[in-house]
């Protein structure tokens, strides 16, 4: 997956941007980083490549935080989170970086990501031709009664119907491009999430702090979906119950809060194991890694 998304990028259209790719390998056990060194010891496409090697599995909150303090220490204006499980479009971060300068307190900026061929959710509904054009993201939005957030356009097949750049409730951290005072305002992402929510809460952070957020759908992408931890898994129900409470706790409204500890008592009750593991490490505090095996 990070050979093809490097390929990727290696193919972007660069002029007038100045651009370092910062590969964090999160502690990975199945040759990875040997792998990546053959692709990075020379560059591709004129791109200089730098990787970084964290000898334990940090979670996507501070695994992302290494490669940003590097980043930033390294002068970076700007810095694009991309998941490894995604290929890009050649001008995906010249349309991001535009829509980021149309507006002195955009922040944040998030393109339109497609499922990668295959990995649709609901791969029965699409003919062959509409393969590659579902939206797997085209903006966020968020449900503050039920604590949920979701995606703007999630398996429509692209008609054009979300070309519009506009503002949005949270931007997804699979593609989210950051100014650099961003950063130095609000700060990292939590490494209490570990893996879940962290970008939610980044968002929540940047928006009280004045930044404004976007979605331009000219920057796109298409992701292998849950590529690294598998959709449906053990680790979803864990991580997600967890800091679907953390996060809400931090940020619903109290009507909201209210029917979260309720919730949390029936899974308690009635979820499935790892569910249950979830909710007793919120109230006991149990946050990063947790209890996850």
């Known amino acids: 997956m990070t050979a093809n998304c490097l390929a990727s990028i290696a193919k972007a259209k660069i002029k007038g941007i100045n651009l370092n790719v910062v590969i964090v390998d999160n502690g990975s056990v199945d040759g990875s980083v040997e792998k990546i060194k053959e692709l990075t010891n020379s560059k591709i496409n004129g791109l200089k490549f730098y990787l970084i090697e964290s000898k334990e599995n940090l979670g996507f909150a501070e695994g992302n935080n290494v490669g940003l303090r590097y980043s930033l220490a390294n002068e970076a204006d700007y810095i694009c989170l991309l998941n490894n499980d995604t290929r890009v479009s050649p001008d995906f971060l010249v349309q991001l970086i535009k829509a980021a300068d149309a507006g002195e307190k955009i922040g944040i900026v998030g393109g339109k990501i497609y499922f990668e061929k295959g990995y649709e959710f609901y791969k029965e509904r699409y003919q062959k031709k509409d393969l590659g054009k579902v939206i797997w993201y085209a903006g966020g939005k968020m449900d503050w009664q ?31 491009l950051v100014k650099r005072e961003v950063f130095e305002e609000i700060g990292f992402f939590d490494p209490k999430y570990y893996l879940y929510f962290e970008e939610n809460d980044f968002c929540q952070r940047a928006k009280k702090a004045g930044f404004k957020l976007f979605y331009a759908p000219q920057a796109k992408i298409w992701h292998l979906n849950a590529g690294s931890s598998g959709a449906g898994s053990s680790l979803h129900d864990y991580f997600l119950t967890r800091n679907r409470l953390l996060f809400g706790f931090r940020w619903a409204p109290w009507r909201a809060k209210l029917a979260l500890v309720k919730e949390s008592g029936r899974l308690l009750l009635k979820g499935r194991e790892w ?9 006991l505090g149990r946050f990063g890694k947790g209890s996850w095996n």
């Open 146 to 176: 039920n604590v949920y957030a979701s995606h703007r356009g999630v398996d429509e097949v692209d008609k054009g119907q979300y070309e519009t750049v506009i503002e949005t409730e949270y931007v997804n951290g699979c593609l989210m």
């Open 275 to 283: 569910q249950k593991i979830g909710v007793r490490d919120f109230y």
